[in-house]
């Protein structure tokens, strides 16, 4: 019976300790800074294209030009 009873007030007693506390909690803003991105573009592509088209170009230059004029 002691031993229950001294096990109950040791309880009540780590209860009571815990009650007792003070917990603070403090939330400091949060910064937000710019990003900076830099995006490298590969001309790979653009150039495959001009080698694509530059058929295309060259026709068009050799043509000659249709007047409209009406003699």
């Not at 229950?4 to 309880?11: D, E, K, R, Y």
């Not at 009650?19 to 490298?40: M, S």
């Amino acid at each position: 019976m002691i031993k229950n009873l001294s096990f109950l007030l040791a309880g009540i007693a780590l209860l009571a300790a815990n009650g007792c506390t003070q917990h603070k909690v403090e939330l400091a803003p949060v910064e937000i800074k710019p990003i900076h991105i830099t995006i490298d573009v590969n001309v790979k592509v653009d150039k495959a294209l001009d080698d694509f088209f530059s058929d295309v170009d060259n026709a068009e230059e050799n043509e000659a030009p249709k007047s409209t004029a009406t003699e």
